[in-house]
T-cell receptor, first 114, second 111 residues
């Protein structure tokens, strides 16, 4: 069964609104979770590393004020896309793992901004 | 140079063919290695871990060559359902673990 749960799986929102995506590790405590974005026919792009109890580490070129990450507990990380624009439409995926173990991915969230 | 490099493909093969994917990594602090499969519009799913001794799971064989910093995945008797993108993934010990993904190799298996 799934060890990482992501919600919602699909969301459509209007331009200018904010969208929150949740990522939960179900079977283990994850001190670190990862957020990715993937455009059609492109590879996964790491956006940020979410650290429990501290600030997220963002990859170069990813706006931290645009993509707010909160990792308030060992089993939950959230990504909020603020003031969404059509160019933010993408497939967002989270992942989590225990140290040096394979990553397990959430089932992804397909965001469409109209 | 990218930390993990894969042939981007695509590979177009007939059903029943044997296909091999190659992956190289550059960081000698790489600790563990995996192959993932990603179907279109879905999340990546772990296919198999890769061990120095080599490991096999049915039609799939994975091998690791630490000296050459090279990982491979062999698929025998390809099925239509094997069509997907195959991602080479490496965990690097940088004080904490960091996971690096290859860009993936697209496979199309045709009838």
């Amino acid at each position: 069964g799934a060890v990482v749960s992501q919600h919602p799986s699909r969301v459509i929102c209007k331009s200018g609104t904010s969208v929150k995506i949740e990522c939960r590790s179900l079977d283990f405590q994850a001190t670190t979770m990862f957020w990715y974005r993937q455009f059609p026919k492109k590879s996964l792009m790491l956006m940020a590393t979410s650290n429990e109890g501290s600030k997220a580490t963002y990859e170069q070129g990813v706006e931290k004020d645009k993509f707010l990450i909160n990792h308030a507990s060992l089993t939950l990380s959230t990504l909020t896309v603020t003031s969404a624009h059509p160019e933010d439409s993408s497939f967002y995926i989270c992942s989590a793992s225990q140290t040096n173990s394979p990553l397990h991915f959430g089932n992804g969230t397909r965001l469409t901004v109209t | 140079r990218k930390e993990v490099e894969q042939d981007p493909g695509p590979f177009n093969v007939p059903e029943g063919a044997t296909v091999a994917f190659n992956c190289t990594y550059s960081n000698s602090a790489s600790q563990s290695f995996f192959w993932y499969r990603q179907d279109c519009r879905k999340e990546p799913k772990l296919l198999m871990s890769v061990y120095s001794s080599g490991n096999e799971d049915g039609r799939f064989t994975a091998q690791l060559n630490r000296a050459s910093q090279y990982i491979s995945l062999l698929i025998r008797d390809s099925k239509l359902s094997d069509s997907a993108t195959y991602l080479c993934v490496v965990n690097i010990d940088t004080g904490g673990f960091k996971t690096i993904f290859g860009a993936g190799t697209r496979l199309f298996v045709k009838a």
